[in-house]
């Protein structure tokens, strides 16, 4: 299953599209996370919490699921 997240700017850094999604809950527990697991973008290992994701771009976390970034108008 597939979950869209809206944004309402061009981009995202991934660790603020981490805490929009509510699967985590700070930034320290974001770099954590992905020093420890990380998260595939688009299908490609992401560890950056910095990394930009844009409409379209889909994240996939471990044990969580695919979430798919969507501009709000």
Known sequence: MKETIG?????IPLGQ?????????SGGMIK??????????????ETRR????????????EDVGTFVVEKEA
């Open 7 to 11: 944004i309402t700017t061009d981009y």
């Open 17 to 25: 599209f981490l805490k929009l999604a509510n699967i985590l809950e």
């Open 32 to 45: 954590i996370f992905l020093q420890e697991n990380g998260v595939y973008v688009n299908d490609e290992l």
């Open 50 to 61: 910095g990394r930009k994701l844009y409409p379209g771009d889909a994240v996939y976390v």
